[in-house]
């Protein structure tokens, strides 16, 4: 089944769902097992994290948010990460190391162009709610493997090498062999090239997280419909394999910040 923006969680495999948010169009994703909850990226402010934890509540008083997984350190996927004040945020290394620096970083970018931009779903609203933000980082990191303990079910955590960032994830279900790697794919939008992004590692990097997967996996991209379709297709899917294999986009681009349009607005 294929999550709408804007329509909260929809189940894509046994008590794992995904929301997607009009909103840089993101997708969070959600694994439920005995000992409570993983919400995997949490959104772009605290207040669109609390909408992340309303939609939660709503598919039942009894889930309990005990972890959050920020698959990388982009403000889209981790500013929302102060809405859940109870649960144990998780990433790996370079995230811990970087958070800040990141968050200063997109703030300052968005106060030099704090409008609406509808192409992206967001408003001015939304930008102000970016700024307003107090940035929570993980509290805990690793360098390679991580694993959630939910007592029926684990939820593990990969770094492959750099790609997006210097500290992409990939969180696996294997009990109901689902993916989500976050900005690694992207389907509603080519990749994100910024100025940390690492873009002749990427593919690398990718693959290495691809030798897991099968037809029957349901891989979740970090922005745009999920899940992929024909996910052994995966580089040709999110247009990536081509630019990586050609030189078109093996450099560096330095003129687009992550997530933020030439303009200066934030992107994806």
């Avoid at 995904?18 to 097992?33: F, I, K, M, P, S």
């Avoid at 949490?42 to 709503?58: I, N, W």
């Avoid at 900005?183 to 990097?205: K, N, R």
Wanted: with cysteine; aromatic share 6%; charged share 20%.
């Amino acid at each position: 089944m294929t999550a709408a923006p804007g329509g909260g969680f929809t189940e894509v495999a046994d008590r794992v769902f995904v929301a997607r948010y009009r909103e840089w169009d993101v997708n969070v994703g959600l694994v439920l097992g005995r000992h409570g909850a993983v919400v995997i990226d949490t959104r772009a402010s605290d207040v669109q994290g609390a909408h992340v934890l309303d939609d939660v509540r709503r598919l039942g008083k009894d889930v309990v948010v005990r972890h959050v997984v920020s698959t990388h350190v982009h403000f889209d996927h981790t500013f929302g990460n102060a809405a859940f004040e109870t649960a144990i945020v998780h990433a790996h290394d370079n995230v811990g190391r970087t958070t800040q620096t990141a968050a200063e970083h997109i703030k300052a970018l968005v106060r030099a162009d704090p409008g609406a931009a509808p192409e992206y779903g967001y408003t001015e609203r939304d930008a102000a709610e970016v700024l307003a933000t107090v940035v929570r980082g993980p509290d805990r990191t690793f360098g390679s493997n991580a694993t959630i303990d939910l007592g029926d079910r684990v939820v593990t955590m990969a770094y492959a090498g750099r790609g997006h960032t210097d500290g992409d994830v990939a969180v696996l279900v294997p009990d109901t062999d689902v993916m989500f790697l976050g900005d690694l794919v992207e389907e509603s939008a080519h990749p994100s090239f910024g100025d940390d992004c690492w873009p002749l590692e990427w593919a690398d990097t990718l693959t290495s997280h691809l030798v897991q997967v099968s037809e029957r996996t349901v891989v979740v991209p970090g922005h745009g419909r999920p899940p992929l379709t024909s996910p052994r297709g995966l580089m040709g899917d999110c247009r990536l394999g081509w630019w990586c294999s050609s030189g078109t986009w093996c450099r560096k681009n330095s003129t687009n910040p992550p997530g933020i349009r030439p303009s200066g607005r934030s992107a994806t």
